[in-house]
């Protein structure tokens, strides 16, 4: 990934940072090494998709404790025409690992538990951040930034948890290299693990280059599901929120 220029990072309305980089810019595995593939990627609006999400056998036999950046992830798979499928996701985590504590991360609209139901309804623990409207000179602004939620709260639960990899879902460098550093600092040493979408993810997280960051993986058409899809699973229409997220230019 050398050489490509610097991403952009328009904000939403709410306040969050999209993460974007070239169409080729994807997830590799540790030290650089990419993910191997039996079948070859997707291509989905010039960006190349894995079929299958991988590689998840770096998590065989662990305990681990994941915490999802879920705006993050439902940005980079819209922006392809997909939402991501917690409950294939979830299915992935479950099926390597010896013990697994999910945690889901995302602003709302004050009283709208659409998405905590539908995270609740797949094992995960909803962790909401309401967004909230101030005055300022220029009128209101609308204020949804909930990384130092995620920050604060994911320092909590590493702390109580016996876990011993951290994944991290997101592709945002500041995010994971700033949760990275945090478990540096711990008195018992955590794995960090990554998890996003290519096309979208930082070139910080790129674990040939982040000595923090032991592995990547990277999220497979297997665990979205086409936003257009006339036939959808009534829980995912479920834990769609309420609020509309508008693209920047």
């Not at 070859?40 to 590689?55: L, S």
């Not at 500041?174 to 990275?180: P, S």
Request: glycine share 8%.
């Amino acid at each position: 990934m050398a050489g490509l220029p610097p991403h952009h990072r328009p904000r939403t309305p709410h306040g969050r940072v999209r993460i974007i980089t070239q169409p080729a810019s994807r997830p590799v595995g540790a030290r650089g090494t990419r993910a191997t593939r039996e079948e070859p990627p997707v291509v989905v609006r010039g960006v190349e998709i894995a079929r299958r999400t991988g590689p998840v056998d770096v998590l065989d036999g662990e305990d681990i404790i994941v915490l999802t950046d879920d705006e993050n992830l439902q940005y980079s798979a819209r922006d392809l025409g997909y939402r991501v499928s917690y409950a294939k996701l979830t299915a992935q985590f479950l099926r390597v690992t010896l013990g697994t504590s999910l945690h889901a991360f995302f602003s709302r609209s004050p009283g709208d538990d659409g998405r905590s139901h539908y995270f609740t309804e797949r094992g995960w623990t909803p962790h909401p951040y309401d967004a909230r409207t101030i005055r300022t000179r220029n009128g209101e602004r609308r204020i949804g930034n909930s990384d130092n939620h995620i920050l604060f709260k994911a320092g909590l639960l590493i702390s109580r948890s016996s876990a011993s990899t951290v994944v991290i879902c997101t592709g945002d460098g500041d995010l994971a290299d700033d949760l990275a550093r945090f478990l540096v600092e711990l008195p018992k040493p955590r794995r960090l693990v990554t998890l996003s979408l290519a096309g979208s993810t930082s070139q910080r997280l790129d674990a040939k280059r982040n000595p923090y960051i032991a592995q990547n993986i990277e999220l497979g058409i297997d665990c979205l599901r086409p936003r257009a899809a006339k036939r959808m699973d009534r829980r995912d229409a479920r834990g769609g929120q309420s609020h509309r997220w508008a693209r920047t230019p």
